[in-house]
Structures are given as C-alpha cells and as structure tokens.
C-alpha cells in the first residue's frame, strides 16, 4: 500500500463548499447554522439515505417480532421510534469514525476529497468530539430498551469500529458494512420478544446479503482510485462479473427473508397472514431485479441512483409486514 501524506488538521476554515457527491439543495447547505454545517456533513445528515438503510432493518426487526408474537402495543411504537432516532446518530457517528480512519485515503479519491476532515473543514480532534457526543446520545435511547436488547446494541459497537479498516484487508468490506447495518434487526426483534431465534436470524441475514447488493453498486463509483490506492471491494473483485454476483445476492435476499417470515409466522397458523407477509420479500426482489436490470459499473450517476432507491426497496417489506398486524 503506498504512503499517503497526513492531511491538515488545524486551521480549518470556518465554511466551505458543499460535499461533492451530496445532493444540491439538501436541509443541511441550505437551513443549517453556519457553524454546524462541516460537522453535519461529517455526519452525512446532508445525505440521509445511509440513515434510512440503517432503520429500514430495525423496522423488519419489530414488525417481524410483531408477526411472530401476535401482539403490538405502545412499546412497539417506542421500539420503532427510539430504532430510528439511533439509526440517524449512530449512523452519524459511524460515519464520523469511518472518515477518521480514512482520512489520509479520502483525499486522494475524487469523490470523497471534499469531505469535511480531508477538506479542513473539521479537525481529527474536532470529529472524535463530535462523534463521542453522537454515541453519548444513541446510548441514552439505547438504554430504554428491555435488557437484552441493549446487550446486543452495545456488542453492535465491535463491527462498526472494525468495518473502515476492513477494506484494507479483505476484498469483501461490504460483508463487514453489513453485520454492521443489520444488526438493528436482532435489537429490535430483542425489544420485543426478548429472544434471538431462527426468525430473526434469517432476517439478519437476508440484511446483510441486501446490503452485499447494494453496497457492490455504492463501490463501483470508486473503482478506479480505490485500485489506485490499494483500497479492496467487491466491486473490485467481480469486475465485469458483478451483475452475476448481484443475481446470487438477490436471491439470497429473498430465500432468507421469506425463510424468516416462514418461521416467524407458522405458529399462527394463518395461511392468509403468511401469503401477505411473504409478498415482502417478494416485492423487495422485483425491486433488485429492477436495480440489476437498469446497473453499469461505468455508469458513476446510475450507480449512485440505484443505491439511493434502496430506501423504496427496504420499506417495500415494511408495508407488507405491517398490513399484516390487521389480519
């Protein structure tokens, strides 16, 4: 791996241009105090479609639990609630310690130069601050939750410290994004039934295999520096074989999903509650079936585009589980 030059922690000016690859006109360049504008960017709540991939698998998480269970109350609605308030912060604060750890790497890729700590807009020193204050806050939510629940919230800390420097050693980093992203899933399934079974262990799964899909596409738009600098990921390694790669994990997505609905509602023996909520991963399929049709590698806006409409395919289940709760 080629020596990287540290970049400049000091001095950071006190505004700068908008993230590159941010959307124009997004809440944060345009209605956030000046001053917190570099510190929101680090966080990327100028992009929130990373926020939502993160909730999406907790809303599974519940609304599985639910249809397992056979009873909602209140408390689901705080598990719902409080998942998607940690989602936003932890994601941020994920975020924040992933742009640390790279940031003698981002500098050099086009897309990610001019992210706050590369930039100069946030010191190294600036960002833990922030960070911590992010995880300080997530906790307070976290510890809200039945005792299980934040057993496993804490354990979720291990693979999100670890996933920013998996790239330099596997070429499979998306593998390690997605024990991270999905882990929701068991904690709010957790909130509920108190227990991880086989359910939710399908459930898990098909998360980390949807995040496999769509985070292949997210890294194809740094395929050429990330080969430049040494940087490892599945885009790299299937190449012109990714579409075949995306098939497999469309597949897999939906096998374990509708495995995960299949064992969470047999005991209700309800033919119809099961045929609606296996129109979920159903659904979600013919939305990666779609993604797949419309992806080229070489195409840096279309691969930022299916990936952002990953949010429509996530919550597609989320429709179908929670029709299911009238039934």
Same mark, same amino acid.
């Given at each position: 791996?080629?020596?990287?030059?540290?970049?400049?922690?000091?001095?950071?000016p006190k505004?700068a241009?908008?993230?590159?690859?941010a959307?124009v *006109?997004? =809440?944060?360049?345009l209605?956030?105090?000046e &001053?917190t504008?570099?510190y929101?960017?680090l966080?990327r709540?100028?992009?929130?479609?990373?926020? =939502?991939?993160?909730?999406?698998?907790?809303?599974w998480g519940?609304?599985l639990a639910?249809l397992?269970?056979g009873?909602a109350?209140f408390?689901? %609605?705080?598990?719902a609630?409080g998942c *998607? %308030?940690?989602a936003?912060l #932890?994601?941020g604060?994920?975020?924040?310690?992933?742009?640390i750890?790279?940031?003698?790497?981002?500098?050099l890729?086009?897309?990610?130069?001019?992210r706050?700590?590369?930039?100069?807009q946030v010191?190294?020193?600036g960002?833990? $601050?922030?960070?911590v204050?992010?995880v300080?806050?997530s906790a307070?939510?976290?510890?809200?939750f039945?005792?299980?629940a934040? $057993?496993?919230?804490i354990?979720? %800390?291990?693979?999100v &410290?670890i996933?920013?420097?998996?790239?330099?050693?596997t =070429?499979?980093?998306?593998?390690?994004l997605?024990?991270?992203?999905?882990?929701g899933a068991?904690?709010a399934y957790?909130? +509920?039934t108190g227990?991880?079974?086989g359910?939710?262990?399908?459930?898990?799964?098909?998360?980390?295999t949807?995040?496999?899909?769509?985070d292949?596409?997210?890294? +194809?738009?740094?395929?050429?520096d990330?080969?430049?600098?040494?940087?490892?990921?599945?885009?790299?390694?299937?190449?012109?074989?990714?579409?075949i790669?995306?098939?497999?994990?469309? #597949?897999t997505?939906?096998g374990?999903?509708?495995?995960?609905?299949?064992?969470?509602?047999?005991p209700?023996?309800?033919?119809l509650?099961?045929v609606?909520?296996l129109?979920?991963?159903?659904?979600?399929? =013919? +939305?990666l079936?779609?993604?797949?049709?419309?992806?080229?590698g070489?195409?840096?806006?279309?691969?930022?585009?299916?990936f952002?409409?990953?949010?429509?395919?996530?919550?597609?289940?989320?429709?179908?589980?929670a029709?299911?709760?009238?039934?």
């Amino acid at each position: 791996m080629p020596d990287t030059p540290e970049l400049p922690e000091a001095n950071a000016p006190k505004s700068a241009a908008p993230v590159q690859d941010a959307p124009v *006109g997004n =809440w944060v360049d345009l209605f956030a105090p000046e &001053a917190t504008r570099p510190y929101l960017r680090l966080s990327r709540a100028d992009r929130p479609i990373g926020a =939502w991939l993160l909730y999406i698998p907790c809303l599974w998480g519940v609304c599985l639990a639910m249809l397992s269970s056979g009873s909602a109350s209140f408390a689901d %609605l705080w598990i719902a609630v409080g998942c *998607g %308030l940690g989602a936003f912060l #932890m994601r941020g604060a994920g975020c924040t310690w992933n742009d640390i750890s790279d940031r003698n790497f981002d500098g050099l890729v086009e897309r990610t130069k001019s992210r706050p700590i590369p930039s100069g807009q946030v010191s190294v020193r600036g960002a833990l $601050i922030w960070m911590v204050a992010q995880v300080a806050i997530s906790a307070l939510i976290l510890f809200s939750f039945p005792l299980p629940a934040i $057993i496993l919230g804490i354990v979720a %800390l291990v693979p999100v &410290a670890i996933y920013p420097f998996a790239k330099r050693f596997t =070429w499979w980093p998306q593998v390690f994004l997605g024990i991270a992203f999905n882990w929701g899933a068991l904690v709010a399934y957790v909130a +509920h039934t108190g227990v991880i079974d086989g359910a939710v262990i399908a459930l898990y799964l098909a998360g980390i295999t949807w995040t496999l899909f769509y985070d292949t596409i997210y890294a +194809h738009q740094d395929k050429e520096d990330d080969a430049m600098i040494g940087i490892k990921s599945t885009a790299l390694l299937f190449g012109d074989r990714t579409r075949i790669a995306l098939r497999y994990f469309l #597949m897999t997505t939906v096998g374990l999903m509708g495995l995960a609905v299949i064992l969470a509602t047999a005991p209700r023996e309800n033919l119809l509650l099961l045929v609606v909520a296996l129109g979920g991963p159903w659904a979600l399929g =013919w +939305h990666l079936a779609w993604q797949m049709r419309l992806f080229d590698g070489d195409d840096v806006s279309m691969c930022l585009r299916l990936f952002r409409s990953n949010r429509e395919a996530g919550l597609l289940p989320v429709l179908f589980f929670a029709a299911c709760l009238f039934l």
